[in-house]
């Protein structure tokens, strides 16, 4: 048995793998670079008076088979921007994922409603319905389901209790393009799906986003929500309701047009990477490779094993310490801890001293986050171990890493 690199042997791979954070691990090329020439040729900047952002929202609704999209600047707007469609009255509850970005989070404050965490399923770390439908109350005004790291959340249980209890709901796709449930791409089958095409998507334009939807009402009011609530219509400015400038520029709206074309073929080679990967360390003992929700297609944003830690006698967070050791670029636990957990809930930080929306007239309750609140999440959180999936992995980086992952847990073995 070889050294571990983390011991002082030598690693695995010594190159580095194609990474998102440069053009490694990116499809970005000729036809980007021709849609900003021409966008810096016409001197039309802003969406209005140009094309692309236009031609994004319209190609990228007829590829999910939508009637509306709404473009804007980022993953968090598209979600604010979301919500913002749904219009919750001020002190009401959005019940979500306690592991996910803070850009799920964020919208949620900024629209004076509380958020509430329903725990996870152990084995495909998407939001667990009884628990959903167990944080329901009076006060509750949407849930926003997040598809982790590409995996479909259980949707049809989720819809039969939105319904049962008439809550609309939103979807955090920012991390699943492409990633099908039952047949249906994930965005189509909520009331409003949310996308993001910062630089680690599947899409990218740096940063950005999209809000789709069916709805036409929910179509019109994300649009104006999106432009501070102005309609640019008639001959003086009236501004309906409180909205905010989440308009993409043409220059984003440029690159994501030519990245709209190529995101099947993206997410095809991700899954292929990953199918890849699974067969080469389903036998590796010890080692657990993820699962995917039977009659799903996963997008895999990332790629999150375990270990049998009666086997493999070393912690998580010491197995990817001498996993990302060989060169592979492994991570523990993602986020850390639940998001709870972070202190902008711990101490209420928020606007100013108010400790608002957590100590607002309108909500009327006390809420306090503790960490057992979600138990499935922190044995989850302490427990994954994340690998990069690329659509630019060869077959070459693929065998790396499940060599790297076989010679840690041989390494490791009880």
Same mark, same amino acid.
């Given at each position: 048995?070889?050294?571990?690199?983390?011991d002082?042997?030598?690693?695995?791979?010594?190159?580095?793998? =194609?990474?998102?954070?440069?053009i490694?691990?990116?499809?970005?090329?000729?036809?980007?670079?021709?849609?900003?020439?021409?966008?810096v040729?016409?001197?039309?900047?802003?969406?209005?008076?140009?094309?692309?952002?236009?031609?994004?929202?319209?190609?990228f609704? /007829?590829?999910?088979?939508?009637?509306?999209?709404?473009a804007?600047?980022?993953?968090?707007?598209a979600?604010?921007?979301?919500?913002g #469609?749904?219009?919750p009255?001020?002190?009401r509850e959005?019940?979500?994922?306690?592991i996910?970005?803070m850009g799920?989070?964020?919208?949620?404050?900024?629209?004076?409603?509380?958020?509430v965490? #329903?725990?996870?399923d152990?084995?495909y770390?998407?939001?667990?319905?009884?628990?959903?439908?167990?944080?329901?109350?009076d006060?509750?005004?949407?849930?926003?389901?997040?598809?982790?790291?590409?995996?479909?959340?259980?949707?049809?249980?989720?819809?039969?209790?939105?319904?049962?209890?008439?809550?609309?709901?939103?979807?955090?796709c920012?991390? /699943?393009?492409?990633a099908?449930?039952?047949?249906?791409?994930?965005?189509?089958m909520?009331?409003?799906?949310?996308?993001?095409l910062?630089q680690?998507?599947?899409m990218?334009?740096?940063?950005?986003?999209?809000?789709?939807?069916?709805?036409?009402?929910?179509?019109s009011?994300?649009a104006?929500?999106?432009?501070k609530?102005? =309609?640019?219509?008639?001959?003086?400015r009236?501004?309906?309701?409180?909205g905010i400038?989440y308009r993409?520029?043409?220059?984003?709206g440029?690159?994501?047009a030519?990245q709209?074309?190529?995101v099947?073929?993206?997410?095809?080679?991700?899954?292929?990477? #990953?199918?890849r990967?699974?067969?080469?360390i389903s036998d590796?003992?010890?080692?657990?490779?993820?699962?995917?929700?039977?009659?799903?297609k996963?997008?895999?944003?990332?790629?999150a094993?375990?270990?049998d830690?009666e086997r493999i006698?070393?912690?998580?967070?010491?197995f /990817?310490?001498?996993?990302?050791?060989?060169?592979?670029?492994?991570?523990?636990?993602y986020?850390?801890?639940?998001?709870?957990?972070?202190?902008?809930?711990?101490?209420?930080?928020?606007?100013?001293?108010?400790?608002?929306p957590?100590?607002?007239p309108?909500?009327?309750?006390?809420?306090?986050?503790?960490?057992?609140?979600?138990?499935?999440?922190?044995?989850i959180?302490?427990?994954?171990?994340?690998v990069?999936?690329?659509?630019f992995?060869?077959?070459d980086?693929?065998?790396?890493?499940?060599?790297?992952?076989?010679?840690?847990?041989?390494a490791y #073995?009880?």
């Amino acid at each position: 048995m070889s050294k571990l690199a983390v011991d002082g042997g030598q690693p695995v791979r010594t190159k580095p793998l =194609p990474s998102v954070a440069d053009i490694s691990g990116r499809d970005l090329g000729e036809a980007e670079l021709a849609n900003l020439t021409d966008v810096v040729k016409s001197g039309k900047l802003f969406r209005y008076g140009g094309k692309y952002v236009e031609q994004f929202e319209q190609g990228f609704a /007829a590829k999910l088979g939508v009637k509306h999209a709404v473009a804007c600047t980022s993953g968090t707007s598209a979600i604010h921007t979301a919500l913002g #469609a749904v219009n919750p009255d001020v002190g009401r509850e959005v019940i979500t994922a306690p592991i996910t970005d803070m850009g799920t989070i964020a919208p949620i404050l900024f629209q004076n409603c509380i958020p509430v965490f #329903a725990d996870l399923d152990p084995e495909y770390y998407t939001m667990l319905p009884e628990s959903i439908e167990a944080k329901i109350t009076d006060k509750t005004a949407a849930i926003i389901a997040v598809h982790l790291f590409g995996q479909p959340c259980d949707m049809t249980r989720i819809l039969a209790i939105a319904e049962k209890y008439g809550i609309p709901v939103i979807e955090d796709c920012c991390q /699943a393009y492409m990633a099908e449930y039952e047949g249906k791409l994930v965005g189509t089958m909520g009331d409003l799906g949310a996308f993001s095409l910062q630089q680690s998507k599947h899409m990218t334009a740096g940063d950005g986003g999209i809000v789709v939807t069916n709805h036409d009402e929910l179509a019109s009011r994300a649009a104006l929500f999106a432009d501070k609530g102005w =309609p640019r219509t008639g001959e003086v400015r009236d501004y309906l309701f409180l909205g905010i400038n989440y308009r993409m520029n043409e220059l984003t709206g440029a690159v994501a047009a030519a990245q709209m074309g190529k995101v099947e073929q993206v997410v095809e080679r991700r899954r292929s990477a #990953a199918a890849r990967l699974t067969s080469l360390i389903s036998d590796v003992p010890g080692v657990n490779p993820p699962k995917e929700r039977p009659g799903c297609k996963h997008s895999w944003w990332l790629y999150a094993i375990t270990i049998d830690e009666e086997r493999i006698r070393v912690s998580p967070k010491e197995f /990817a310490r001498a996993l990302a050791a060989e060169g592979v670029g492994a991570g523990h636990g993602y986020i850390g801890k639940p998001i709870y957990m972070s202190p902008i809930f711990q101490d209420q930080a928020t606007y100013g001293k108010s400790r608002c929306p957590f100590s607002c007239p309108y909500y009327g309750r006390n809420v306090q986050y503790a960490e057992d609140d979600c138990p499935n999440a922190v044995d989850i959180l302490r427990k994954i171990i994340t690998v990069p999936c690329n659509e630019f992995f060869t077959d070459d980086d693929i065998n790396d890493i499940a060599t790297a992952i076989a010679k840690v847990a041989e390494a490791y #073995a009880a």
